[in-house]
């Protein structure tokens, strides 16, 4: 008896080690026939939020890394001295229109005298007048323009997010001169995410746009992603050829025994991304290409 439960435990320490040996196997097959890169990195897209007039903040509705959604209230600048520019311009467009009244009054009484008794009046003051109640008109539609202008700078002194996003690098205060399109604060776009694996030049013959990819993060490294190939890059910086001393080309020495492989830019479109999984521009991740081989 004592035997046999040797030899059951042995056969079932037996299957467990084939059973690990063959998921090795299995691993460091993918590993041998699918290109792969630990050089990877999560992107998104980064907006630069400027506001498009210049003055004093008076209100900052977000705190750093804050959670906003497109249209909610990011700050707002002293909006006193647009509204004084509305008024001005509102009293501009009404002196327009009363002097294009003037103008016109004018012109139409000496059309009148003008045919009642044509030797009345000069053609030449005719014409003059006529160019008078003209000018008055492009005076009324400058002073619109003036005026919807004001308004529009009026709207911009309340500054509002542009996608959903998370708010990074809120550095400033109430009472900071802002400046207009000097950016103030960053706001990275949650739906934009993706990774860039930088695969060696050896590795890019091997797979083609549409592949399947797996992306695993540093920060979630039991939670792999799904993905696919989006595209390839098409040129990298030289790393010499560059002027150097007299303008002479700078070449770096090349060691003869070992050549380092380059690095391409594959950017990988990232498909549903788990529950509990946040993507962070930044992240470290690697990249795996499934291409079938």
Known sequence: MSFLKKLGFGIINLAVVAGIAWYAYQALGD??????????????????VSPRVSGMVTGIAVIDNQLVRAGDLLFEIDPEPFQIAI?????????????????????????DI???????????????????????????????????????????????ASVDGYVSNVDFQIGTQAVANQPVLALVDSNSFWVFGY?????????????????????????????????????????????GYNLLPSIK??????????????RIRLEDVPEGVELRFGLTASVMVMSGS
């Open 31 to 48: 590993y041998i026939n699918n290109p792969w890169t630990r050089n990877g990195q999560v992107r998104g897209h980064v907006i630069q």
């Open 87 to 111: 008024s001005q311009a509102e009293a501009q467009l009404n002196r327009a229109r009363i002097g294009s009244q003037a103008s016109k009054i004018e012109y139409e009484r000496l059309q």
């Open 114 to 160: 003008y045919k009642k008794d044509p030797g009345a009046v000069s053609q030449k003051d005719l014409n003059r007048r006529e160019a008078n109640y003209l000018q008055s008109l492009s005076q009324i539609d400058v002073a619109e323009e003036s005026l919807r202008a004001a308004k529009l700078n009026l709207g911009y002194t309340k500054v509002h």
């Open 199 to 243: 695969f060696r030049e050896s590795q890019i013959g091997r797979f083609k746009i549409g592949d399947p990819a797996r992306v695993t993060l540093m920060a979630y490294p039991d939670q792999p992603l799904d993905g696919s190939v989006e595209s390839l890059g098409w040129g990298i910086a030289p790393s010499d050829g560059n002027s």
């Open 253 to 266: 020495p090349v060691f003869q025994w070992i050549r380092l492989a380059q690095r391409i830019p594959v």
